[in-house]
């Protein structure tokens, strides 16, 4: 079982940069996909970007060309860096493991037993 603890999040100036961290324990998560989903108040998780364990990198159509992910094997840890932030950003962010992979398996929040606590999110001015 895998312990996950989000970091990074509070505010941010729209237009700025945003760089949240994924601390791993209790695992390796170097036999999970890592994944990243949000979630405003009254909506469901919106899937944001996947790290499958074989490699591959998935990101959410809305923030294609704005986000960077990254996983660390060694340091059991992936980020997130995103690029200008919009006021539509806000959100808590979290990351999530599962042992599984498959585009569209990784963008089901259900395929996901492992959730780190989140961390939010405001872009603000």
């Known amino acids: 079982q895998v312990h996950l603890v989000e970091s990074g999040g509070g505010l941010v100036q729209p237009g700025g940069s945003l760089r949240l961290s994924c601390a791993a324990s209790?695992?390796?998560?170097?036999?999970?996909?890592m994944s990243w989903f949000r979630q405003v108040p009254g909506k469901d998780r919106e899937f944001v970007a996947a790290l499958s364990k074989n490699g591959n990198t998935y990101v959410g159509d809305s923030l294609k060309g704005r986000l960077a992910v990254a996983r660390d094997n060694a340091k059991n840890m992936v980020s997130l860096q995103m690029n200008r932030p919009q006021t539509g950003d806000t959100a808590v962010y979290y990351c999530?493991?599962?042992?599984?992979?498959?585009?569209?398996?990784?963008?089901?929040?259900?395929?996901?037993?492992?959730w780190g606590q989140g961390t939010q999110v405001t872009v603000s001015s």
């Open positions: 209790g695992s390796s998560i170097s036999v999970y996909s």
């Open positions: 999530a493991a599962s042992l599984y992979e498959g585009e569209n398996y990784l963008q089901d929040d259900l395929n996901y037993p492992f």
